[in-house]
């Protein structure tokens, strides 16, 4: 039948799995943030450094190399390389979610289109964790996955006494990265949600970490305390893998007052969601 | 015909105003009409239907599943097509479409397919890879009736469809109603304010006002009543016309001399009416069937819960 002359019809066919659906937010929202050339350029030279990384270990090893260059050793790969390892991938991976995060609720907000979501087998829960995931990957793929593989390359190199002498570090890398890209998702999501402009959501962002640490440093000078600390996130995530990889830290909060402030922060940003995603707003009258 | 939406009891309130309260009907026709006026709490029942807002009394089933407790059952047998606008700029209406599918449970291939074929249904075939965002209002109105269909639903629930629609617009959308609703494939809510709207697309309705129903009205059975009602006016000089009327079965009722109202039985040819009169030499002057347009069942429904309120 010609297209201008087709009538309604039903669909008789399949029907994916519930629980599919939440990828499907995920798949359109990577499409969307890999439209962008500048943040698909940003995103791979966030592998420039695991990737000197890789070659420094692999040059620490060959040492024909090293001895025409009369070095015994580049430098001593333990907790500290790791430790700030994540540290600069951190630091991109702020930069990545000020980039990402504000554009992925903001949108549906800004046109109103959560009705179409949840108004489908989709609860708002699925919601959040597709649009999420996008976070997660991205943050995961520069931070935890590359220490992991220099991990696994090192531990080549160097043999199974290094690995078994240094086989704590496996679940400290993960968990230090994982707690930051958990603020940092939840965070971004959060003022993604509450902002409908993504400049604007994104200058938030911004805004949380460095004048929470000003305002933090503000409020120790004026009222001789250190609870202002508790302000300062990247201090606060800094302190947490500090405590993980058993580094000196300068820091007068605790790793432990550190993780529960974190994930107060976290489930805050949890709250500020559940608050607003959702199909209609029920405004007092 | 199956009940597409049983209220039982419905109540919604919000900060203990109550905008929705007892509703109890059971509603099964191809194309059922929500109608009063604004703030009556049309909006608001489809939303609760839809699981957007809690329940405070009752419940309400649609197609046998419970608002309470099945809301994903419900979501997957619905399309919908919300009163505001709702649309994401940036994406074109193809691969809007198409992600509204997608999350509705087709397969990606799928909804590629029906997208093209909904956009093709509604009018926006040509203006498929445009973005949405450069949409007029109409264009976007369509836009969303084609996601609220693109998954081949049950049920459409339309909320003020024809909002904002110039009048060819809204001639054409009206025209999709009734194709849809004529497919037999599926069953339509549609709210509205515009009695007109309703009157045109919809066999059964439920009159709101502030959260209250006042009225359940079918519009079919309303339409085969009107025509056994007759209002006729005569002219000659017979008495006994009225009683002969009323031996032909039906009941009359003169409200003057020459003017009576006539109810007719299931029965009655018509033209032993004219044979009765021209046998007693009575010209019949006017004849006409009695005309309840729904702006009467609507004003009648208004009238009677302000003298209730």
Redesign the interface.
């Known amino acids: 039948m010609a ?2 002359k ?11 799995p ?1 629980w599919s ?1 939440c990828l ?2 995920t798949r ?1 929202a990577f499409k ?1 943030v890999f439209q962008w050339k500048l943040l698909t350029s940003f995103f791979v030279a966030c592998f420039i450094f695991p990737l000197s990384c890789a070659v420094l270990i692999y040059v620490n090893h060959n040492t024909r190399l090293l001895s025409m260059f009369g070095i015994r050793s580049l430098l001593n790969i333990d907790a500290g390389f790791f430790f700030h390892f994540l540290r600069v991938q951190g630091s991109l991976g702020f930069i990545l979610t000020a980039l990402v995060g504000p554009g992925l609720v903001s ?2 907000l ?4 959560l ?9 708002r829960t699925g919601y959040v964790a597709g649009k999420m995931l996008v976070l997660l990957s991205l943050l995961s793929l520069i931070t935890w996955v590359p220490a992991l593989l220099l991990f696994l390359i090192q531990s080549i190199l160097a043999g199974g006494s290094w690995m078994g002498a240094n086989l704590w570090l496996v679940p400290n890398i993960f968990l230090g990265s994982a707690i930051e890209i958990l603020v940092f998702s939840m965070l971004a999501l959060a003022l993604s949600a509450w902002i409908k402009r993504k400049l604007a959501a994104g200058a938030a962002l911004l805004g949380v970490f460095f004048f929470g640490a000003g305002f933090g440093q503000a409020a120790n000078a004026v009222l001789g305390t250190h609870k202002g600390d508790l302000l300062n996130l990247a201090g606060l995530i800094h302190t947490v893998q500090a405590h993980l990889f058993r580094q000196a830290w300068r820091s007068a909060i605790s790793g432990g007052s550190a993780w529960v402030a974190l994930l107060a922060v976290s489930g805050f940003c949890l709250w500020l969601l559940a608050r607003k995603v ?3 707003e ?1 405004v ?2 | 015909m199956a009940p597409v939406i049983e209220l039982e009891g419905l109540g919604v309130r ?2 203990q ?1 109550n905008i929705l309260e007892d509703l109890r009907c059971t509603l099964s026709g191809r194309a059922v009409g929500l109608l009063g006026p604004n703030g009556a709490g049309k909006s608001t029942l489809i ?1 609760t239907l ?1 699981g ?2 809690p329940v405070a009394t009752g419940t309400a089933r649609v197609y046998g599943y419970d608002i309470r407790t099945q809301t ?1 059952q419900i ?2 047998l ?3 097509m ?1 009163e ?7 994406m074109t209406a193809v ?1 809007f479409i198409r ?2 599918g ?6 990606s291939s ?1 909804a590629l397919e ?1 997208a ?2 909904v956009l ?2 509604v009018g926006l ?1 040509e203006a498929r890879y445009r973005k949405l ?1 450069t949409y007029s209002l109409g264009m976007r109105q369509l836009a969303k009736l084609a ?1 609220a ?1 693109v ?2 639903p049950k049920l459409v629930i339309l909320d003020e469809p024809t909002n904002g629609l110039d009048p060819p617009a809204r001639q054409r959308m009206i025209r999709l109603i009734h ?2 609703r004529d ?1 037999r ?2 069953q339509i809510l549609l709210c509205s304010h515009l009695l007109r709207d309703v009157e045109e697309t919809c066999d059964e309705v439920l009159i709101l006002k502030a959260g209250r129903q006042v009225h359940y009205a079918n519009l079919e059975e309303e339409r085969r009543t009107n025509k056994r009602f007759l209002e006729l006016e005569t002219a000659g000089e017979d008495a006994g016309f009225a009683e002969a009327v009323e031996n032909l079965g039906c009941a009359c009722a003169a409200t003057s001399a020459k003017r009576m109202k006539v109810v007719l039985p299931e029965s009655f040819v018509m033209r032993d009416l004219y044979r009765l009169a021209e046998e007693r030499n009575v010209q019949i002057r006017r004849l006409n069937y009695r005309r309840d347009s729904l702006e009467d069942i609507f004003l009648k429904a208004m009238e009677n819960a302000n003298g209730r309120s």
């Not at chain 2, 505001?84 to 940036?90: L, M, R, T």
């Not at chain 2, 997608?102 to 397969?107: M, Q, T």
């Open positions: 297209v201008h087709r009538s309604y019809r039903g669909y008789p066919g399949q029907l994916t519930l659906r499907i937010i359109y969307n949108p549906d800004a046109n109103n289109a009705p179409l979501y949840f108004c489908r087998p989709l609860s959702r199909a209609y029920v007092r009258g | 919000f900060w105003r939303n839809l957007f807002y994903k979501r997957s619905a399309g919908y919300p505001i606008d709702c649309f994401i700029a940036h691969s992600m509204m997608e999350l509705s449970g087709l397969p799928a029906r093209h074929e093709f249904y075939g965002g996601q269909i998954h081949g194709e849809m497919s494939e599926l």
